[in-house]
């Protein structure tokens, strides 16, 4: 089984991280869509969905 991926365009490295996320304008408060990040990509897509108000959490990765 492949392991899976990061979420950040052309990433192709395992994923650690979990964004938990939603877009108010779209989703119930209690929903939460899911990025996959690597360790390098963390930061960056974190600070993407922060800067839009959709980032909830972030959690280990299984």
């Known amino acids: 089984?492949?392991?899976?991926?990061?979420?950040?365009?052309?990433?192709?490295?395992?994923?650690?991280?979990?964004?938990?996320?939603?877009?108010?304008?779209l989703h119930t408060p209690d929903r939460r869509k899911t990025w996959l990040a690597c360790a390098d990509h963390r930061e960056s897509l974190e600070a993407f969905l922060g800067a839009r108000g959709f980032l909830k959490d972030t959690v280990p990765h299984r």
């Open 1 to 25: 089984m492949e392991p899976d991926v990061c979420s950040a365009k052309g990433c192709r490295e395992p994923a650690r991280w979990q964004l938990l996320w939603n877009n108010p304008k």
